[in-house]
């Protein structure tokens, strides 16, 4: 059977399965599967499906689990991941591969596991903060990545966060005014690193339902999306 014929029996069990804990409800199988991420080691004649392709508005509602889109921008590629596990102020999301991102309840990317190159840990406090308060000023940032088995490189990064205004973004017919809000970063006098911006589309309480964060040089940007709160 076809991937998109396979994603969509899947897509229609979870409609229809009770509920369970978040830890073991079998709408986590389906739902991982909509949208099955392009990254995975899919079989040759396999072809990858777009989630922007199968995936609606109703379907979104209908799952009740939390879902969020993730992008990687550089590569073309994307997946629908689930919430698999919340540690205080971070969220840790998985799709249908072992792959996995951790977010702050805000939306900010933390880490990623799985890649080939993870961003290991970031040190966001910052701009978590500047979100929430709905505040723009400097905002430092520390990344942290590991290379191979033992080199650990840490990189900070002096970063301004500003307000841009309000725009209308639609996220698969959920309509909303949200703010958007831009981070510059630099990396500090002297490094090689390259400077990067992220963007977030922020609401009254602070939290991104879009944003476009910078994951590291191998990865670049990550487009996450907030498919259902």
């Known amino acids: ?85 919340t540690n205080g102020p971070n969220e840790t999301w998985q799709g249908d591969d072992d792959l996995t991102v951790t977010l702050s309840r805000e939306g900010v990317l933390r880490a990623t596991r799985g890649y080939l190159h993870d961003l290991y840990s970031a040190d966001i ?11 723009g000023g400097s905002a430092p940032r520390v990344h942290t ?16 966060v500003g307000f841009a205004g309000s725009e209308r973004i639609n996220i698969f017919g959920r309509v909303q005014t949200l703010t958007r809000v831009v981070e510059r970063c630099s990396a500090q006098p002297g490094s090689d690193l390259a400077d990067f911006e992220n963007r977030y589309w922020i609401d009254g309480s602070g939290m991104a339902w879009a944003s476009e964060q910078y994951a590291g040089p191998d990865l670049g940007h990550l487009r996450i999306e907030r498919l259902h709160r």
């Open 1 to 85: 059977m076809a991937l998109k014929g396979v994603m969509a029996g899947l897509a229609a069990s979870a409609l229809l399965a009770g509920c369970g804990s978040e830890a073991n409800d079998p709408l986590l199988g389906a739902a991982r599967a909509i949208g099955t991420s392009l990254l995975t080691r899919n079989a040759p004649e396999t072809p990858p499906v777009d989630p922007r392709a199968v995936l609606t508005r109703e379907a979104i509602n209908r799952a009740g689990v939390p879902l969020i889109l993730l992008e990687r921008q550089s590569a073309g590629t994307s997946s629908t991941l689930t919430r698999i596990a």
């Open 125 to 135: 406090s910052a701009v978590r903060q500047a979100l929430v308060q709905r505040s």
């Open 145 to 160: 990545r590991v290379v191979g088995d033992l080199e650990t490189l840490v990189a900070s990064y002096i970063c301004e």
